[in-house]
Every structure is written in C-alpha cells, then in structure tokens.
C-alpha cells in the first residue's frame, strides 16, 4: 500500500543552524502538507503546497520556513534558523484529487534543538 | 479563530464495550470530517472520513455527523486492547485540517 516517507526519523540540532526535513508523499497526490506537534499538544498545520506554489500557511510558518518541490518525488521543509521552540514533532502528510480529501501521514521526524 | 474541541480524557472503557468519542467544530463552512488514531509518539493514521450528515460505518466503528449542531462523533464497538490510543478529530478548513487536542481511550481487561 502506498505510504508516505520522511527522513530523517530524528534530527539533532544546534540553536541557529538550518535544518531540512525531507518527504516522499504518495505517488499519484496533488496536494502536500505539513504540520508540527509539540510533546503533549495538538497537531498543528503550518502550510499547504499545490501546482508548485504554497496555497496555504498558518502564523507559524513565518520567513523562518520555506518549502519546496525540488524534484518530482521530494517535498522539503526548511528552517532557517533554529530556535528552541522548534523542537517538535514534523508531519508530513499528502492527498489525491482535492484539498478536501483524506490525509495521509508520514511517521514523522523528531525534531531537537538544543 | 476556527476551533475543534474534544475531551481531552482518559476515557476507559472495558474490553468488548462500546466506545463513544465526541468531538464540535466552530466552523460551519466545514464541508470534510476525519478521525485519526494516534499512538503515543507516533503519527496520526486516518480511521474514518465522513462528509454529510448521518452515520458512515466500517468495520467497528461508526462516525456520525450532524452539521446542525457542528458535531461529529465516532463509535468504536467490540473495544480492543489495541484501541487504546489518542484518538484527533479533524475538521476541514479551506486546504488543510484543525485538530482538536484529541481524546486520549484506555481499553481495560
């Protein structure tokens, strides 16, 4: 069955340096997404990607982040700079035809900042 | 600001019971409804999605959905030990999903 891949499973890194975490979505879908879950909160959506351009992004997501399709199987989010409060859970998750269609999540990758 | 709320737990039911998880939704302009199942330090896995009013049934488990009121609800029976998890409502608003912070269920023996 189709699954959605993300690497790495965990990420250790330092206050201030980049950090890119990666994403296979499911093959045949349209529409991408990432979302962030600190220990012990909800899940929370940070943006929406479709036809190459961001559709959607939450107030979270500020010029810190960026994402990108670099290829035609990969979809990245980048954080420039990082802070403390980044440490959390990073979801990505993909669907098929429409926006309003079942999501599918990846295991996720563990983010630290130390 | 679109809010989904859930209680939030511990809901324990015995093994084989009939569990009854709820969820409201602020946003009437929701058109789609999931439930996920997340297990503790795990991503969230899609049990149900139900789109009109009325009951969607699969297996164990039944949504139910009543727009009038902004309620969604999902009914596990014959509860198993594996059903112990964190279950997230979600609700959809324009291209992406609100959560709510989710019902955390103990099946007991």
């Known amino acids: 069955e189709p699954e959605v891949t993300q690497t790495p499973s965990h990420q250790v890194t330092q206050m201030g340096q980049e950090v890119i975490l990666r994403c296979v979505p499911i093959?045949?879908?349209?529409?991408f997404y990432w979302y962030r879950q600190i220990l012990g909160q909800k899940v929370e959506f940070l943006v929406s990607f479709y036809n190459n351009e961001i559709s959607e992004k939450s107030e979270i997501f500020d010029d810190q982040f960026s994402v990108e399709r670099p290829d035609g199987s990969n979809f990245t989010l980048k954080i420039r700079s990082t802070k403390l409060e980044d440490s959390a859970m990073y979801f990505c998750a993909s669907t098929g035809t429409s926006g309003y269609n079942e999501q599918f999540f990846g295991p996720g990758t563990r983010l630290t900042v130390l | 600001q679109k809010e989904v709320e859930q209680n939030s737990g511990p809901l324990s039911v015995p093994e084989g019971a009939i569990a009854s998880l709820n969820c409201t939704y602020s946003?009437?302009?929701?058109?789609?409804f999931f439930w996920y199942r997340q297990y503790s330090g795990k991503s969230p896995e899609l049990i149900m999605s139900i789109y009109s009013n009325g009951d969607k049934e699969d297996g164990r488990f039944t949504a139910q959905l009543n727009k009038a009121s902004q309620y969604v609800s999902l009914l596990i029976r014959d509860s198993q030990p594996s059903d112990s998890a964190t279950y997230l409502c979600g609700v959809s608003s324009a291209s992406k999903i609100i959560f709510g912070s989710g019902t955390r269920l103990s099946i007991r023996p």
């Open positions: 093959s045949n879908h349209l529409y």
């Open positions: 946003d009437r302009g929701s058109q789609s």
